[in-house]
Every structure is written in structure tokens, then in C-alpha cells.
């Protein structure tokens, strides 16, 4: 008698209409009809896409240990999402004699036309979770362009209030009317061309404080660009100079503006004045969110001026702390510099080479999965063939045929993607030297990924004592 554990899985990115009370109970009665005696069950909430489910990897390592012959799903889509990974465990468990069945699919896993169908059923499950994908953006930012709000704290000023959107309970912005005089005073002394600094004293002093704490400004900055305080608002917008890969939606006049009127036409004009010689962007901030405060641990803050820009320490519980930013940047760069010198190239590439040979292996076991799809392609295709010159199913089978088409393009291109040259000795000290010339070079982008990969946090103690922390 075959022993059989069930597995049941919702998904925790989209809702799904059974339950896994419901796919347990379903999965109970085909081991019944079949004489199958289950000795687990497993039940989870997660994304089919992800490999590392934790029930799931229990239940196949148990199975592999030979606790069960088979695995029951409600439908195979429960097992696996992704059609690469459900065939590579699928086949994993074939080969210890564990077979993985659908209870409401009625396929034979152990037949050839069984396996060709279980594939096809796959290929479906790819393609139905990447249309979800697709569907779920697509309803985030038409929520966005009416001016829904999508999570996260409301900026200083607003508040959240519930509406309902049809059937469904949202969340919108509402002005704090308390905060609200808070923000037009900030907005109008930057009218007034105070800097943020001259803001943050005049806030401190007069106990214009943001939830009982000190204005800080690096949070000015924040507030004076935020585009919501004019009545625009920006979903999924690029926060950082290099973060080119979004796609902001827009939506104007779907949020109340706190700054209206002649202050408003005031600040934009402004803003499109300090566009360009705004201190941030006038400087290279290459230690921001490494630099701590050695009395306090608060992460310093890089402070813009026009002509001594520092890192210092917003909190006014200790004695003032602040370091030059040309003094700590230089002081870090040449800690690196000497660090570097003291490695041992030749020792240092040999372990690049065979790191660079162990990834090539993997890339290589990766390879074969991909080659031996492509082999199954082209014998479904085969198939389809024979099916369309029968004259079955043809409009089902040319759309089939059409999407194995595609996948095996895909495949292709993956193909030539996972080749991993192995590098040689020689290239790999030409490609230390590179780096250690762009770092005399001032080579800003290098320097930036070098310290944000070798280093830690850089403690700041009175009087300009540094300790560079590297990663280990």
C-alpha cells in the first residue's frame, strides 16, 4: 500500500477561491478512492514561485529520505509555479520512485502522453503567474493615478482616512491640519530663501517640532522636494541619481495640496531655480549611511554647505559632532588604499580563479536543465505536429505550438546568458590594478561601490578620530 503525503499551499501574493481546509479534504478523498494511507500533511501560505518554502522543502527532503511514494496536490499548480523548478524536482523525486499527483487534474505521471500533459499544464501555470504579475501592476497604478494610497507612513502634514472604492475599503490623504501650519512655515521661509539649516534652528527654536523631536536637514529636504505638499502625487518615483530602472505614475490634483496659491507658484519657481545648484547634487556623497556617531551610535547625516559640506550627528542630547567631508572621505579612501596594498595578488587571484571555475560548474549544471528543455521542446513540437497534421484540437494546438516556439527562444537566449568564462590569473590582477588606479583617480562610482562593499560603518569620535569597521 502506497504512503502518501499532501501538500497545501495558498498564495500570499493573490487570493485564491479554495481554501486549504478545502484542498486538504480534496486531497483526502482521491488517497481514499486510490487505498493510499497519508502519513503527512503540509500546509503553507506562500508564493508557487519561491523555491525556499519551508514546509515545502521539509516535505521534499522527507520524501527523498523515503517516507512517502507519492505527493498529492490538490492541482499541480499548488506544487510549483515556475515551470524550470517543477520539473527539476519533479525529476528529483522520480528518481528516488516518489511520483507527485493531482487530485482534480486526472494525469498519469507515469505514463509518456501523462508527463507530456503535466509539462503543458506547467508551461500554462508560467504563463497564467506572469499575467497575474502583470494584472496586479496594472491595478496598483491605475489605484495610483487615482490617488489611492499604497503603504507606508503619510508624509508629515497628511494623515489616512478610509474611502471606499466600490466594494473595496481604501486609504486616501488627508490634510493634518496641526502639522499642515508646520509645512506652510517651512515652505514659506524657503520662499524666503532661508536654507534648510536657518529652517531647522527656526523650527527648534520656536518648538515647531515633527512628533516632539528636533527638525533635522536631511528632513527638510525631504519635505521641500516632496511634490505631494503641491498637490501632486508620485507613485513608484525615482529617489536616487542612479535609479533609472522606475516608472513613476503621476497623478495631479488627486491629493489636497497644504501649499496653494502665490506660495506655491513662490516654491516651485524656486525648486526649478535650486534645481541644479542644490548642495546635494553639487556633491558626491560617498560615505552616506556608513558614518556613526561615537558618543550616541545615531547615524550621521551629510549637512551641504557652500563651502565646508559635513557629516554630523542631529542629536542635541550630546556635545555638537561633525566631521568635514573632504577630511573623513579622504581619510576612508587612503585606509582602503593601504588595506589593498597589503593583499597578496597572487594569492588573491588564485582564489578568483577558482571561484570564478566553481561558478562555471554550477552555471554548467544550470546549462544541462536548460539543454535537456530544449530536448523536451522539440519533442513536444514534434508532437504538435503530428497532432495538427491529424487535424485535432488545431486552433488550441497552433496556439500550443506558438508558445513552445517562444519558450524555446527563451531558452536560447538563456543558453548563451549562463556561459561563464573563466578568467586568468593575469586578468584578474590587471583587473585589481584597474581598481586600485580608479580610486587614485577619484573615479566617484568606484570609490562609492568599494566602500559600500569593504566597509562596515566608520565610528566619528570628537576631534576628528575615525575607526574604519571593515566587513568580514
Known sequence: ?????????????????????????????????????VVDIFQEKDSGGKTERVEFQKMIAKALEGSYNVIVVEKFDRFFRDDIEDRRYTRMLESKNVL?????????????????????????????????????????????????????????????????????????????????????????????????????????????????????????????????????????????????????????????????????????????????????????????????????????????????????????????????????EKYVLEFIKLRLAEIDVEKLSEEYVNIYKTRAELQNAKRLELVQRLKEIEEAEQRVAEAIAKGISLDAIVQKAQELSAEKQTLIEKLKESDVPVPSREEIIQRLESFKQALVEDDFEIQKQAIFKLVKKIVVHPKNVLIVMLEE
Open 100 to 328: 507527485v499527483v493531482s487530485a482534480l487534474e486526472g494525469i498519469d505521471p507515469t505514463s509518456a502522453s501523462g508527463k507530456l500533459l503535466r509539462w503543458i499544464l506547467s508551461d500554462i501555470n508560467w504563463f497564467q503567474r506572469e499575467y497575474m504579475k502583470e494584472e496586479q501592476l496594472r491595478k496598483t497604478k491605475e489605484a495610483a493615478l487615482q490617488g489611492y494610497w499604497l503603504g507606508g507612513c503619510p508624509p508629515f502634514g497628511y494623515k489616512l482616512v478610509e474611502v471606499k472604492d466600490g466594494e473595496r475599503k481604501r486609504k486616501k490623504l488627508e490634510i493634518n491640519e496641526a502639522e499642515a501650519e508646520i509645512v506652510k512655515k517651512i515652505f514659506e521661509l524657503y520662499s524666503e530663501d532661508y536654507s534648510v539649516l536657518s529652517i531647522a534652528k527656526y523650527l527648534n527654536e520656536h518648538g515647531l517640532l515633527r512628533n516632539g523631536k528636533p527638525w533635522a536637514a536631511s528632513s527638510l529636504y525631504d519635505i521641500i522636494r516632496n511634490p505631494k505638499y503641491l498637490g501632486t502625487y508620485i507613485w513608484n518615483r525615482q529617489r536616487r541619481q542612479f535609479d533609472s530602472n522606475r516608472q513613476p505614475v503621476i497623478a495631479e490634483g488627486k491629493i489636497p495640496a497644504i501649499i496653494t496659491g502665490p506660495l506655491a507658484e513662490a516654491v516651485r519657481e524656486k525648486l526649478k531655480q535650486n534645481q541644479v545648484r542644490s548642495p546635494f547634487h553639487k556633491y558626491f556623497w560617498l560615505l552616506s549611511g556608513k558614518l556613526v556617531c561615537g558618543i550616541c551610535g545615531q547615524r550621521l547625516h551629510a549637512c551641504p554647505h557652500a563651502r565646508y559640506p559635513t557629516y554630523r550627528c542631529d542629536n542635541d542630547e550630546h556635545e555638537y559632532l561633525a566631521v568635514r567631508k573632504d577630511y573623513a
Open 1 to 37: 500500500m502506497k504512503r502518501a503525503a499532501i501538500y497545501a499551499r495558498v498564495s500570499t501574493e493573490h487570493q485564491t477561491q479554495t481554501s486549504i481546509e478545502t484542498q486538504i479534504k480534496t486531497c483526502r478523498q482521491f488517497c481514499e478512492r486510490q487505498g493510499w494511507i
